[in-house]
């Protein structure tokens, strides 16, 4: 019933940029809470940024705060991910998610999208 399609990766240099973007569809998207997952190979999930449905709560990882930025626009039913200032370390598949509940469990997950940082 929620169908999520992230886009935006790629292979960037350290110290660069890039947007994530994912689109939400089926159920209202104000119904759900969004978040931004990555996972490196040999490492577990990690939950690198999150907002409520109004926006008016996020969250972020301590690694990434002060690089990233979280947002979301209801108008097209967006949630973005805009990593500045990256590091090797953030590669990873990054992954979109929708929760109804996010204290119990992210209910959507987008197929994910590649970042690759290197020189």
């Known amino acids: 019933q929620v169908q999520l399609v992230e886009s935006g990766g790629g292979l960037v240099q350290p110290g660069g940029s890039l947007r994530l973007s994912c689109a939400h569809s089926?159920?209202?998207?104000?119904?759900?809470?969004m978040g931004w997952f990555r996972q490196a190979p040999g490492k577990e999930r990690e939950c690198v940024a999150a907002i409520s449905r109004s926006g008016d709560n996020i969250y972020y990882v301590d690694s990434v705060k002060g690089r990233f930025t979280i947002s979301r626009d209801k108008a097209t039913n967006t949630v973005s991910l805009q990593m500045n200032s990256l590091k090797p370390e953030d590669t990873a598949v990054y992954y979109c998610a929708a929760a109804f509940d996010p204290d119990i469990e992210y209910d959507y997950w987008g197929q994910g999208t590649q970042v690759t940082v290197s020189s």
């Open positions: 089926g159920r209202p998207f104000s119904m759900y809470a």
